[in-house]
Structures are given as structure tokens and as C-alpha cells.
């Protein structure tokens, strides 16, 4: 699977929206674009995945770019209850069957 | 939404005794499940995968005979860390999936096993 670079940590001011970039140039055309998100001392939760179309459901929307070597997960209005690690992983068609390889993600810390 | 659940949620014991964390999908048969460990502040490592019905795939690195995985039916898996050691003392969380629906992944909350 392809490898992901994420910036280590953010910071976003609550209500506005939290821009999560996320580099894979060496993602491969059967390879899907994954989000999931830890808060602490809890299991990751979905968030969201793509293939090459944007995509958003009531969490966040996924932007990925033309080539498909970097996307962005866009949280529209951030809340404290935000603050999280997010993780972006490719892997290949569907994520169902296929294992999910954690770096080690972005910490998103919401201010108040 | 797709839950899974884990149980227990925390165990603490003694050096020596075998641990048996439950992993169950609620709403959805799970014919794949993961078993993944993680350290303190450090990222989720895969251990496994196990496919109902069949023997688990165990990553490089992790001992087959240490953490036993059972996948017996399509909402339950086991991981049962024999004679555990303080040195497997870790966050153990569970996912599971389901091939025919091609969902994503779903997690648990995990399993904090402290061993003395």
C-alpha cells in the first residue's frame, strides 16, 4: 500500500473549518484515500474514504487532487469535541478485506 | 451506523495468567475482523487479520502461539494473550468488516490491559 505524510500536529480556532492535508504520490490507480480519526483512549472512528471524486457525508468532506498524490479532509465548522488524531491511509479497493496501515497522523488540537 | 464492541473495556492481572479480549459486530456479520495493539503514544500496529472460518494471518513480528485469534462465527472473534508478561501490557482494539457489503472498517473502543 501506498505510504501517506501528514504534518505532525494543527491547530484550528473552534467554528471554523480544519484543513487536514495529507501527501501520497505514490498511490496506485486501485488505491483508495481513507480517513479515521482517534480521540484519546478510544478505538478510531470512520470518518470518511474517496478514490478520486470529492466526497462528503455529515462528518467532513475529502478532497482529493486530480493526480491523486495529495487530498485534504475539510471538518466545516470545528468544535472542541474535534481535537483528535487523524489518520489518512491508502489502501486498496474498498478498505474492506484489506488491512489499514496507521502512520502515525496528524493531532488536531481545537482552541477554544 | 455499524457498531462494533469490545469486551472488557480494562483488565488488570497478574504476570503468568492468560487474558481472552471479546470483539463482537452488533448490527452486521463480520466476516473480517483485525486485531491491532498499541502503545502509548504511539500509532495502532496491526497484529492480525482473521477471516471467519479459517486461521488468522498473523503480522511479521507478532507470535501465533502468543496471541491466539478465533474467528468461530460471523459476529465474534477472541484474542487471547497467553501467560501475558508486563512487557504486553497495551491498548488492544478490535475492527471488523463485512466482505459482502464492502463497508469500511469499523473499530471498537478497545481493550486497556495492564499486566503486574
Known amino acids: 500500500d501506498a505510504k501517506t505524510t501528514q504534518p505532525t500536529s494543527m491547530d484550528c480556532a473552534e467554528g471554523r473549518a480544519a484543513n487536514l492535508p495529507c501527501n501520497h504520490s505514490?498511490?496506485?490507480?486501485?488505491?483508495?484515500v481513507y480517513w479515521y480519526r482517534q480521540i484519546h483512549s478510544q478505538g478510531p472512528q470512520y470518518i470518511i474514504h474517496?478514490?478520486?471524486n470529492n466526497e462528503t457525508n455529515e462528518m467532513a468532506s475529502l478532497i482529493i487532487t486530480e493526480d491523486r498524490k495529495s487530498s485534504t479532509l475539510i471538518l466545516p465548522h470545528a468544535t472542541l469535541r474535534d481535537t483528535a488524531v487523524y489518520y489518512c491511509?491508502?489502501?486498496?479497493?474498498?478498505?474492506?478485506?484489506?488491512?489499514?496501515?496507521f502512520g502515525t497522523g496528524t493531532l488536531l488540537a481545537v482552541q477554544p | 451506523g455499524a457498531v462494533v464492541s469490545q469486551h472488557p473495556s480494562r483488565v488488570i492481572c497478574k504476570s503468568g495468567t492468560s487474558v481472552k479480549i471479546e470483539c463482537r459486530s452488533l448490527?452486521?456479520?463480520?466476516?473480517?475482523m483485525f486485531w491491532y495493539r498499541q502503545f502509548p503514544k504511539q500509532s495502532l500496529m496491526l497484529m492480525a487479520t482473521?477471516?471467519?472460518?479459517?486461521?488468522?494471518?498473523?503480522e511479521q513480528g507478532v507470535e501465533k502461539d502468543k496471541f491466539l485469534i478465533n474467528h468461530a462465527s460471523l459476529t465474534l472473534s477472541t484474542l487471547t494473550v497467553t501467560s501475558a508478561h508486563p512487557e504486553d501490557s497495551s491498548f488492544y482494539i478490535c475492527?471488523?468488516?463485512?466482505?459482502?457489503?464492502?463497508?469500511?472498517?469499523?473499530f471498537g473502543d478497545g481493550t486497556r490491559l495492564s499486566i503486574l
Open positions: 474517496g478514490l478520486k
Open positions: 475492527s471488523a468488516t463485512d466482505r459482502a457489503s464492502n463497508q469500511p472498517q469499523h
Open positions: 448490527d452486521f456479520q463480520a466476516t473480517t
Open positions: 505514490t498511490i496506485s490507480g486501485n488505491e483508495y
Open positions: 482473521s477471516n471467519e472460518g479459517s486461521k488468522a494471518t498473523y
Open positions: 491511509i491508502v489502501t486498496h479497493y474498498g478498505g474492506a478485506t484489506n488491512k489499514l496501515i
